[in-house]
């Protein structure tokens, strides 16, 4: 693929990069993201776990709200809050906390698959509840109709507003919508109904003085 055929490629993931992906498929998630959801899942409290954490984007969030946060992930960042590196969360346990233990997270989009049978294995051992953000069109595939139809798949939050775009780290410029519609996936230990659908538009829950 060419290097314009790549940047177009970007362009409509909802994603902006140069000649390449960043170090460790990294994008940091924007706060329009996850303010919604702690909004309307119930995390504040109680334990939770992200083992894609990065720079801390979805840990600081989780923080505020009252959560007890334990943050890794297979690649080592500069952060400013206790996180533990080196942890592949595709072979990893669980940490060792009082259950229930939530799992939030925005895999690597190259491991969203691996990180969602992962976490949905998890659950049995953790008995909370798995977030994982994707786009919305991940709900589609044959391959996939089998784990979505087998698995505890509480609510799928469906961001009615695009949410703005996920940039590289080093973004410095001007915020632009995404491309592409997103959704939490939500799945809730020994759910055993049909998926819910709700709608977030992300507007909604931003604090004053953001």
């Known amino acids: 693929m060419s290097i314009t055929s790549t940047k177009i490629l970007a362009a409509h993931m909802g994603i902006t990069r140069d000649d390449g992906r960043p170090d460790h498929d990294f994008y940091e998630t924007v706060p329009e993201a996850v303010y919604p959801l702690l909004a309307v899942e119930q995390f504040g409290g109680t334990k939770v776990w ?3 954490c990065g720079q801390g984007a979805i840990v600081r969030l989780l923080s505020a709200a009252k959560c007890q946060v ?7 960042y500069n952060v400013d809050f206790p996180a533990k590196f080196g942890v592949d969360f595709l072979i990893a346990k669980p940490p060792t906390m009082a259950q229930p233990l939530h799992i939030v997270t925005n895999p690597p989009f190259a ?3 691996q990180f ?4 949905i294995f998890l659950l049995n051992y953790t008995h909370g509840k798995l977030a994982l953000l994707a786009r919305l069109s991940w ?3 044959i391959g996939r109709m089998p784990m979505f139809q087998n698995s505890p798949l509480y609510k799928v939050w469906v961001f009615s507003r695009r949410i703005p775009m996920i940039h590289r780290p080093e973004h410095t410029g001007k915020k632009t919508s995404s491309m592409l519609s997103f959704a939490w996936f ?3 230990y020994g759910y055993r109904g049909q998926p819910k ?3 977030l538009d992300w507007k909604d829950y931003m604090p004053e003085d953001k």
């Open 197 to 199: 659908l709700g709608w």
């Open 116 to 119: 969602a049978e992962r976490g």
């Open 111 to 113: 491991k969203l698959q």
């Open 70 to 76: 334990v943050a890794s992930d297979l690649y080592e």
């Open 139 to 141: 709900l589609e595939g």
């Open 50 to 52: 992200e083992p894609a």
């Open 186 to 188: 939500v799945w809730k």
